[in-house]
Every structure is written in structure tokens, then in C-alpha cells.
């Protein structure tokens, strides 16, 4: 039953990755660029994240 | 000429048009959360068995992928999410199930879902705040995700821990990317389809539940 749910989970995923190449085709293409600043107002947050992430790993150790 | 009293009004009424998305939004996630939790509570008091989260994590799949797009637009698409999030929640019962019997078991669960809920609101408020366009960094989420599914099909049969750590790990920042991306998009009025804005904060929100409580289940067991 497992085995047979994995297969199907793979094929869905595999499939997932076919319909996702487009969606990246098209942000890569026709997304807007980066501007001066943009970067670090998404690195600031998801290092917030990381830490936070950390701070919850050191409480349950 | 330019009539600025009729750029006025667009502009209002496209603000009007962009707040009601945003509220109908967080009414529905608020919503399909609620649904979630309580079939959760379901699926522990029948202490279903843990295939049931694969069978219904695929059962959503199908249903995220052929049918919420087609009836997205209707209000057969509110049926449809509550669907999807109600055997989400079922799935992750059977999850919650096995965690809740380890020592500790429900101090895990417990840090997973408050630290969920900080890392939502926390970067939610900040995407709502600086109004800034976060779509730039949709061509690096997107490659990121098929990286990680990459990684996902063949850890489904190695069942390596520390692949599974690398992949909760990355899927907890690729999901963080998504709700920036997702909660700019809606607040910059891109997004209009209230029901797949909440599919997209759902799933990121899930995701980091998910993932998190495997990170914190690792590093929190004593071998």
C-alpha cells in the first residue's frame, strides 16, 4: 500500500515539475528585475527566519 | 486632456478593489485553517494510520491541480478549498498522531504551530508594511521548488534524515519567499482570485507546519 502510494506521489510530483517549468520560464523572462535595495529586503526577513528557526531548535534540544 | 478627477476615482476604486482581496483573503484562510484544525482533531481521535497523510496530501494534489484552476472563478471553488485543506488537515492528523506519542511529543507540536504562526504573521505584516514588489523573486522560488521536488521523489524511496532535514530546511525559506511573493502580489492589487490567493498562503503555512515539525522532531530526539 505504501510502495504503491510512493508511486503515485513520485508521478504527482514529476508532474508538478513539468507544469512548474513553465511558471519559472515565464517569471524568469517576464518578471520584473531586481532593484537596487530589493535584494536585502528579502535576505533581512528570511535571515529572520533562520534565526528564529534556530532559536526554536537550541529550545528543544 | 487628463482628466485627474477620473484617475482619482480608478485609482480608489482599484484600492477598494485590491483591500476586498486582501480581507476575503485572510477571512478564507482563517476559515480553511479552522476546517483544517478540525479535521485534524478527526483523524487523532481515530488514530488513522500515518499512509493516510501521503494518500491525502496526493488526494489535494489532484484536486489543487485539475480542479481548483477550473473552478476557481465560481462558488463551487470555495467547496473545493475547503475540500483540499479539509483532507490536508486529515493527513496531518496521522502526523500529529505519531509526534504526540514521542516524549516531548506534544511540546514539539506545539513549538511547530507558534512558530508557524510568528513566521507568517512576521513576515505577512512585513510584505503588508513596506509595500514593496516582491515579484522579482519569482524565478528563484520557482527553480528553487523544482530543486526541492527533485529532491522530494527521491527521498520518497531512499528515506535518508538528513535529506529530509536539507529539504524541510529549504522548503521553510522557499515558503517564507512564497508569502512575501504572494501577500506583495495581493496587496499590489496582481492578484484577484481571492480563493487562489488563500490556496497559495495555505499551502506556504502548511508547508512550514509540516516542515518544521520534521526539523524540530530531528534535532529534538535523543539518538
Known sequence: MELLLKIIAALLFGMMLFLLWPVYRHWQE?????????????????????????????AVR | MANPGLSFVKTTDSVIATNKVLKNTYLLLSAT????????????????????????????????????????????????????????????????????????????????????????????GYALTSRR?????????????????????????????????AIASVIILLMSGFILFDTSRIARGEETNYILATYGLYLSIFNIFISLLQILGIMGSDD
Request: a neutral charge; glycine letters at 12%; charged letters at 5%.
Open chain 2, 33 to 124: 485553517l479552522g476546517f483544517s484544525a478540525l479535521t485534524a482533531m478527526l483523524s487523532i481521535v481515530l488514530a488513522v494510520p500515518s499512509w493516510v497523510y501521503l494518500a491525502s496530501v496526493i488526494a489535494s494534489m489532484v484536486l489543487g491541480i485539475f480542479v481548483l484552476p477550473r473552478t476557481a472563478n465560481s462558488s463551487a471553488g470555495i467547496g473545493v478549498i475547503f475540500l483540499i485543506t479539509g483532507l490536508l488537515g486529515f493527513g496531518l492528523g496521522a502526523i500529529l498522531t505519531l509526534y504526540l506519542a514521542l516524549p516531548h511529543g506534544a511540546q514539539t507540536v506545539g513549538l511547530a504551530f507558534g512558530g508557524t504562526a510568528a513566521i507568517f504573521l512576521g513576515l505577512s
Open chain 2, 133 to 165: 514588489d516582491f515579484s522579482f523573486i519569482g524565478g528563484f522560488i520557482f527553480a528553487g521548488m523544482m530543486v526541492v521536488m527533485l529532491a522530494i521523489i527521491a527521498n520518497l524511496f531512499l528515506q535518508m534524515p538528513a535529506l529530509s532535514l
Open chain 1, 30 to 58: 517576464h518578471g520584473p528585475k531586481a532593484q537596487k535595495g530589493d535584494w536585502p529586503a528579502v535576505i533581512l526577513p528570511l535571515g529572520a527566519v533562520v534565526l528564529f528557526v534556530a532559536l526554536l531548535v537550541l
